[in-house]
């Protein structure tokens, strides 16, 4: 999923040449539970600034990329809705945390 949102949506590779890589590399795997944080990406570039050794190869990119990104991972998630879970990451981090819990919970992947 990061691949066609990083790559695909926020880079411009071309989506058909991502489906025959992930075809050759992975075959048919797809992740049985996708988590998607989502946050304005203004927020979420000024959380990952403010955090102690930040990376900086995405956080380098401009507005625009991270918009496309947001968009192309809430489209999975809206494509594949069985298999994705879209997380309101601008709540606060206990909340985050319980929720991401909560799909786990459901699915089985945690107690």
């Known amino acids: 999923d990061?691949?066609?949102a990083y790559q695909g949506a926020g880079k411009g590779v071309e989506e058909d040449f991502?489906?025959?890589l992930h075809?050759?590399?992975?075959?048919?795997?797809r992740p049985d539970l996708t988590l998607i944080l989502d946050i304005d990406?203004?927020?979420g570039l000024r959380r990952a600034q403010a955090r102690r050794g930040y990376?900086?190869?995405?956080?380098?990119?401009?507005?625009?990329?991270?918009?496309?990104?947001?968009a192309a991972?809430?489209?999975i998630a809206r494509n594949?809705?069985?298999r994705c879970a879209v997380i309101d990451?601008?709540?606060?981090?206990e909340a985050v945390h319980r929720e991401i819990m909560e799909h786990l919970r459901q699915r089985g992947m945690a107690a």
């Open 55 to 70: 990376e900086t190869r995405f956080e380098a990119m401009d507005m625009e990329f991270h918009h496309r990104v947001r």
């Open 2 to 4: 990061s691949t066609f």
């Open 18 to 20: 991502l489906h025959l």
């Open 89 to 93: 990451a601008s709540a606060a981090q």
């Open 80 to 82: 594949e809705p069985q």
């Open 73 to 75: 991972f809430l489209t």
């Open 41 to 43: 990406p203004e927020e």
């Open 23 to 29: 075809r050759f590399t992975l075959e048919d795997f």
